[in-house]
């Protein structure tokens, strides 16, 4: 284990969780196989990703067609004495700087934020955007624009049958993905947590503390309805038995969607009832005069 601080690998917003998700493609479920972490607020030029953790780079793969590691664009991978292994990808072209081999430490800066994919979602090295997209549209992709700049952080272990996990190629399904682990609980160990407001420092004791639990046991219920098993679930690491996640806060309310959808809720029935209830008063007779009903058109218009 190493010594050295926990460390965000991108001073950024959580985008997309592990898990099972839309495909960008086509739409259909797909296993997302790591965490994507968007540029932090105000920044979207060359926001620098750092080693989560001490480790030594077992891997880096270049934003070329035939690429190891396909889809992954440039991407860094760093081996941990854990025996886990981090994936960094989509880095922007020629901002590596690590090489294999080499010892970094927790904290390093190893690359900058991009949208490098080695495929039909970014542009290669020297294709301009319009190149880009004559290609993209020939091969059948039809996007509107490049892929957004993130970061997508992977979190491995060997595969189901010891071998190492990288160079691999992205899995298509959550049992292609057995030595993905979900990378949540993992940073959380680290004191670290992602959410749509930023990255932040976990304190011990916090609810943040005592809720992060949740998520690896929801991602085993959702990878439990995708129909992997106990067995399947164990290789994951994961926890069996489901809880639902914490919400998401909203970044401008601080509450979650459901809250503010309660809140509006409530407001529109609290602001229905009393304009009832003056609209009601207003079309009785005025009692206290004890006036006839015809009264109350006059007893209206003098309010
Ligand atoms: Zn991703």
Do not use: C
């Not at 959580?14 to 296993?31: D, E, I, N, T």
């Not at 399904?173 to 990255?199: H, I, Y």
Request: proline share 9%; charged share 20%; no cysteine.
């Amino acid at each position: 284990m190493s010594a050295s601080p926990p460390v965000n690998p991108a001073t950024s917003r959580l985008v997309s969780r592990f898990g099972v998700r839309p495909s960008m493609a086509s739409g259909a479920p797909h296993m997302h196989a790591g965490l994507d972490l968007g540029t932090s607020k105000g920044r979207r030029e060359s926001e620098p990703i750092y080693a989560s953790k001490a480790g030594v780079v077992s891997l880096v793969a270049a934003n070329t067609p035939t690429s190891s590691m396909s889809g992954y664009g440039n991407a860094v991978v760093l081996r941990h004495g854990d025996g886990t292994y981090g994936l960094y990808a989509h880095m922007q072209d020629g901002s590596i700087t690590v090489r294999p081999g080499q010892t970094v430490d927790g904290g390093t800066q190893i690359g900058l934020m991009g949208n490098s994919t080695n495929g039909h979602f970014s542009p290669l090295p020297g294709e301009s955007t319009a190149q880009w997209a004559a290609r993209a549209n020939a091969a059948g992709y039809h996007a509107p624009g490049p892929m957004v700049r993130h970061l997508h952080y992977e979190l491995r272990v060997a595969r189901p049958d010891g071998s190492s996990p990288f160079p691999g190629p992205y899995p298509t399904s959550p049992s292609e993905a057995l030595f993905n682990r979900d990378p949540s609980p993992w940073f959380g160990d680290l004191g670290l947590r992602f959410s749509t407001r930023g990255a932040a420092t976990i304190v011990p004791g916090s609810p943040i503390d005592r809720s992060r639990a949740s998520w690896s046991q929801s991602m085993a219920g959702t990878l439990a309805v995708m129909g992997l098993d106990g067995d399947e679930l164990d290789a994951l690491g994961q926890e069996t038995g489901y809880q639902p996640p914490e919400p998401e806060r909203d970044a401008k309310w601080g509450i979650s969607k459901t809250e503010r959808l309660m809140l509006v809720t409530g407001g529109i029935v609290l602001t229905g009832t009393i304009a009832a209830f003056i609209i009601r008063s207003r079309m009785r007779p005025n009692r206290r005069r004890g006036g006839p009903r015809q009264n109350r058109l006059r007893a209206w218009g003098s309010k």
